[in-house]
């Protein structure tokens, strides 16, 4: 990663608390209907926002690509639009950020970072206040399956995927058609305000527990392949995404060792060794898990042990920002688990069956 990018980010990680208080405070100065309604005393949601806006953008810094904080932004409007919150809001909000960061950093900081928020200043009126649906219209089983997890009927959802491995869909086809369309819904409808946080987390527990009753399809063919250790980074809690990988690997006939949400980077490194693994997924759910990536890589390379490891990274910011995976170490990376598997078979020369 280019050094001046990352102590512009890490100054802006530092001092998010300040910047955001900063930007705030300019807030109410550029809307006085802000004191009329809040008074003298600043929202904490508020500031909470804006702080979240000042870490994503060190993120993306740090990643050197504007596309991240684009997207991000893009997430926000549609999250915040939903919530009955003016698109000008966010614009507005962005200016202040610009202002304070101009404040607040040396210019040759501040010159670095402003120029993202310029950029999405220019793009911010073309960015849509919707997002369409992940499910496509006829294909009655997502839509089904769906319908079952939201009205809190987990054993219904259950036996529709039961019901359609017996009837020879094939456990792939029920993880890209099914689970990974379902997973993808669940957070459109989060973000433009029709569940609740608790049914998120219902649906998604609901998933990875009918994803276990799957097992007995799936750890049963032959090992001719590598060994895979397949983990999300420290922070990260969203594992469904990389636990479908490493089901694919061991479909695909690889010895894998699935570790978990939220695993710290000596833990990793720890498992790669006693593993004698030679291919590591990783899995990035959002812009602010990158930097953890980043180190866990650096780690990795760093021990003599795991010379000659592949690592393999995958996750939104991936998808967003293509070439991300060079920045941070990486020897490649994937868009989905068939494209995972083809690539970690080329890296490590094994021949597809």
């Given at each position: 990663m280019d050094a001046l990018n990352q102590r512009v980010s890490e100054a802006i990680s530092s001092r998010s608390g300040a910047l955001a208080a900063d930007a705030v405070a300019l807030e109410f100065l550029r809307h006085p209907h802000l004191e009329k309604r809040f008074g003298k005393t600043v929202?904490?949601?508020?500031?909470?926002?804006t702080g979240f806006h000042f870490d994503y953008l060190a993120q993306a810094i740090a990643a050197g690509s504007v596309d991240l904080y684009l997207d991000y932004i893009g997430w926000a409007k549609v999250?915040?639009?939903?919530?009955?919150?003016?698109?000008m809001?966010?614009?507005?909000t962005l200016e202040s950020m610009r202002d304070a960061l101009r404040a607040m950093l040396a210019p040759e900081l501040s010159d670095v970072a402003c120029?993202?928020?310029?950029?999405?200043?220019?793009?911010?009126?073309?960015?849509?206040?919707?997002?369409?649906?992940?499910?496509?219209?006829?294909?009655?089983?997502?839509?089904?399956?769906?319908?079952?997890?939201?009205?809190?009927?987990?054993?219904a959802a259950n036996k529709l995927i039961m019901d359609a491995i017996e009837g020879g869909m094939p456990v792939q086809d029920i993880y890209l058609e099914v689970f990974e369309r379902t997973q993808h819904e669940i957070g459109r409808l989060w973000q433009v305000n029709e569940i609740s946080v608790a049914q998120e987390h219902y649906c998604t527990a609901a998933t990875q527990q009918i994803m276990?009753?799957?097992?007995?399809?799936?750890?049963?063919?032959?090992?001719?392949?590598?060994?895979?250790?397949a983990t999300c980074v420290s922070?990260?809690?969203?594992?469904?995404?990389?636990?479908?990988?490493?089901?694919?690997?061991?479909?695909?006939?690889?010895?894998?060792?699935?570790?978990?949400?939220?695993?710290?980077?000596?833990?990793?490194?720890?498992?790669l060794v006693e593993c004698r693994a030679t291919m590591l997924a990783i899995s990035a759910t959002i812009t602010s898990h990158v930097r953890a990536v980043?180190?866990?890589?650096?780690l990795v390379r760093s021990t003599p042990e795991c010379e000659g490891v592949k690592i393999l990274v995958g996750g939104y910011p991936f998808k967003v920002e293509p070439e991300l995976w060079?920045?941070?170490?990486?020897?490649?990376?994937?868009?989905?688990?068939?494209?995972?598997?083809?690539?970690?078979?080329?890296?490590?020369?094994?021949?597809a069956a």
């Open positions: 929202p904490e949601k508020m500031l909470q926002d999250l915040l639009a939903n919530l009955g919150v003016p698109p809001y966010l614009a507005t120029p993202y928020l310029e950029e999405t200043l220019q793009g911010f009126p073309q960015m849509p206040e919707e997002v369409p649906s992940f499910i496509a219209k006829g294909n009655p089983l997502p839509v089904q399956y769906l319908q079952a997890l939201l009205r809190g009927e987990s054993q276990a009753r799957l097992y007995p399809h799936i750890f049963r063919e032959e090992k001719t392949r590598g060994t895979l250790v922070g990260d809690l969203h594992e469904v995404g990389a636990r479908m990988v490493c089901d694919f690997f061991e479909l695909d006939g690889w010895d894998t060792h699935y570790l978990g949400a939220n695993v710290p980077a000596a833990t990793v490194v720890q498992s980043a180190v866990l890589i650096a060079k920045t941070i170490g990486a020897d490649g990376s994937a868009n989905g688990a068939r494209e995972a598997i083809e690539l970690a078979n080329r890296l490590t020369h094994v021949v």
